[in-house]
């Protein structure tokens, strides 16, 4: 799909036809310009030439989870997730980069980094999932940037991308429904806190103290976890906006309960909450048990600490979290 190009295509076409084009795309979501009878024949034309809306993909399902690899132009490949929890709400996990240039050790996706992706790309993954979910008359209603990829390494085009999916001319999801999860670019962290969005903000600590971090996350050796909590404070201050700190429960690495009881230490800050992660393995490390995973969940209450537990979507089908690599292909 060049949908980046349907732009400059019709820049000279009337200030109309450009809303009835994103009309056509976005909300009646059509896959063919041909069934596009609104549109001159010869603009019909042009379009299914220069802009075809064909997204190159291929589906893996796992109950209620979607997995999606798509492929763009230049033939980089990224995974892309939906999860339908219900008939009220379904959730696009989008990915902002080709790989990861951060390589967490737990993670598949950052075993390898291509590119940046651009805005239209990463509102791609959303359209072929409002497509899918079309067919059932269910819509998109809440985004999460976690898939592949760094957020904050590719602002301008996920801040751009979260506007689109936030205008009612694209696909109107309000900001609210929206989270942008960092592993703790602190500048990415000063940046957001000036933006005029009401989108959540999440951190991947998944460690309380250094010495883990770093081992399970070598961009911590950058930005340290004292770094990383006084921007995070400092965007507390400025947007009085809530912070979730999810952590990955990683067998024997970040689970004791010495390890709850730093991070309970860590999280007596307001407006804070910590989401704990069953890690999905990808090689590496083990899952923790469920019942290290509950007392370190009941330890973190005892000290006052709203925590919640991940429900896990798609692990069969390698689309949970770390687990995303585009490692398929598609024909
Ligand atoms: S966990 Fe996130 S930041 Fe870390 S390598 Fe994977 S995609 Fe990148």
Redesign the pocket.
Known sequence: MKIDSLEEIIKNEPAYRIKQIRKLIYKDLIEDWNVALVLPLSLRERLSKECPLEIKHKLFKDNNTLKALIEFEDGSKIETVLMEHDQERSTVCVSSQVG?P???S??A??ASFKRNLTSFEIIEQVLLFSRELKKKNKKVTNIVFMG???PFLNYDNVIESIKMINSPEYFNIGSRKISIST?GIIEGIERFSNEDLQVNLSI?LHAPNDLIRSNL?P?NKKYSVEKLLKAVDQYIKKTNRKVMFEYLMIKGENDSLESAEELSLLMKRPLVMVNLIVYNPTGKFKPSDNNTIKKFKEYLEKKGIFTTQRYEFGRKINAAC?QLAAYDTIN
């Open positions: 990861c951060l390589k967490c737990f993670c996706t950052g592949m990829g760094e592993a991947s996350m961009i770390g």
